[in-house]
């Protein structure tokens, strides 16, 4: 295996490394929750079921524990 004869640069390492970036994920929004409040609504990731009613794509995918509510 080759072995390189002089070391890169900086620049030329920082260069390569400019596309190292974080993506932030794809939300779309649950088209079944109701509106939080005008305008809001509850955002899920995209190709996902929506974590607070668990739908996808119109039916029921997953089933969601009830949560206990204060009295």
């Known amino acids: 295996m080759p072995i390189p004869k002089r070391r890169h640069s900086n620049q030329r390492t920082r260069k390569r490394r400019t596309h190292y970036k974080l993506e932030l994920p794809a939300l779309v929004r649950c088209n079944v929750c109701a509106p939080l409040a005008p305008g809001v609504y ?30």
């Open 42 to 71: 509850q955002m899920r990731l995209d190709h996902h079921a929506c974590p607070v009613c668990g739908t996808y794509n119109g039916r029921q995918a997953i089933k969601i524990k009830e949560t206990a509510t204060e009295e």
